[in-house]
């Protein structure tokens, strides 16, 4: 015989005075559950009266500091909070999935050519999805005016009012157009790797890179009229991939660039380069998607995704 809805619903207490049978056992008194839940004392009281008469037993004993549960009350509790684990894990399971949380990225355009759009899929459709907008400009963006959650900055780490985590550091070492690399080889077996000053060097903002390359040879680095800079550090290997001069290849972040292009490597000698890639945000970040993110990339980074 069918149950009417009547009949049903004295099977069991709303699940509402349920919740609140729980939170009192979990807070530890009346008055702390009802701040928490945000209603009245009174409201707390009657819903725990409901459950206990409806139960014929008493589920909390009164002491000087709040209330405890009786023996039977930790049974009846325990079994509740299970079976609201069962009623979670079913919502999380069948719900509908949510709308990809957006996530504001300010990226340099080398970085996003020549690293980040190739992962970007990949980064966007991992659980829970998110939506990545990219902010692509060399100027450093106002993080904590909120044009940016997060930036990939490349410097030395020293940005003051934000957090900075190192994220990518690079190895350097030349390379150039085949001709070019060929000409070169000649002069360096006389002249070892002090021949690459005999060429045009090619740099994007400053010869950071360069300095430290030649730097480990103890070889002096001054300013020089015949070298060649360029605003962005794709345009670096384009020119040297017409022939212009010699660049640094900044491994792992130009290493996909590297295997399409023609450019060959012109010494053995590399070094650790000053500079590296950085998550910055503000301090005290803890928005999921934000940190989701930072996971993310740093997992293909390692090599990991």
Known sequence: MAHTSSQTSLARPPLASLETVCAVAREGSFLAAA???GLTHGAISRRVAAVENWLGM????RHARGVRLTPDGQRFVGRIEQAFGIIDSAAVQWRLPRSPQLVKLSVVPAFAKL???????AFESA???LRIQL???HRNVDIAGGE???AIRYGRGSWRQLEVKPFLPETLYPVAHPALAARLAKQRHKHGDAALLDVPLLHDSDVTGWRAWFGALAIPLKPRAQDRRFEDYTLVLAAAEAGLGVALARVPVADAY???????RVSRHEVASPLTYYFVHAKGESRPEVLALIDRMQAAQQGVS
């Open 148 to 150: 940016a959650d997060l």
């Open 35 to 37: 701040e928490v839940a």
């Open 135 to 137: 902010d692509i400009d």
């Open 115 to 121: 690293w980040f759009f190739e992962r970007q899929a």
């Open 127 to 129: 659980a829970p999805a």
């Open 58 to 61: 008493t589920l909390f004993e």
């Open 258 to 264: 590297l295997r399409k292009s023609g450019l060959v």
